[in-house]
């Protein structure tokens, strides 16, 4: 098993309670995430709470290492506790080089990279997939695939009323990456495949201000 970090396994505590009592967090599927070994994670992304869920829901098999926003490491004290929890700051909008060789480099050494095809928040929008999962699954060819689709997690993110929270792990139908597939394709597979277990849920004013 990859065992957690101390701040990771803190972190995900310190949540479960919202999660899992008052989200009624439900989880199928654990058994098909590999307890250790290289793994990228692909999930939808409807919500800030959505990196925790999957998180909380994959803390008694390992530790979920996403790539996340890199503006997160500006907000002082968080910076400290996402290094602490193994996290990888990349920068949007553009190709960031050095995140993307840390992955390849966590990856190669039997991390599980967490990563959301869609890059953002949908906030009910459609949005396209975008190539890094792709280019992850080239680079590291010996990677395991596994999805995971989100629900009620907008819900979540308005605490108000109990909502009911599902994580979903699964095999793509479609298989992990195959040589000399376009990294775009690939993502783009993926994430048709979770989608149609996790439609796009729009956010509600309240859900969105964080």
């Excluded at 050494?109 to 009910?124: D, V």
């Excluded at 775009?184 to 729009?202: D, G, N, S, V, W």
């Amino acid at each position: 098993m990859d065992r957690p970090t101390k701040t990771y396994s803190a972190a995900m505590k310190l949540c479960a309670p919202i999660v899992g009592r008052w989200g009624r967090l439900d989880v199928a599927g654990l058994d098909a995430l590999p307890a250790s070994g290289p793994v990228l994670l692909a999930g939808n992304h409807d919500s800030y709470w959505d990196p925790i869920i999957v998180g909380v829901a994959a803390l008694d098999q390992r530790q979920i290492r996403a790539l996340a926003k890199s503006s997160l490491w500006k907000i002082k004290g968080l910076d400290r506790v996402l290094d602490g929890m193994g996290q990888i700051p990349i920068e949007r909008g553009r190709a960031d080089v050095a995140a993307f060789d840390r992955a390849i480099a966590e990856l190669r050494g039997g991390a599980c990279i967490g990563i959301f095809p869609e890059g953002t928040r949908s906030l009910g929008r459609e949005l396209r997939a975008r190539s890094g999962i792709g280019r992850l699954a080239e680079a590291v060819p010996e990677a395991r695939t596994i999805c995971c689709s989100i629900t009620g997690s907008t819900e979540l993110a308005q605490l108000s009323g109990r909502p009911t929270v599902r994580v979903e792990f699964f095999e793509p139908q479609s298989g992990d990456w195959q040589p000399g597939e376009q990294p775009a394709a690939f993502a783009k597979r993926l994430l048709i495949e979770i989608r149609e277990r996790a439609p796009i849920a729009a956010a509600t004013r309240r859900a969105r201000s964080g």
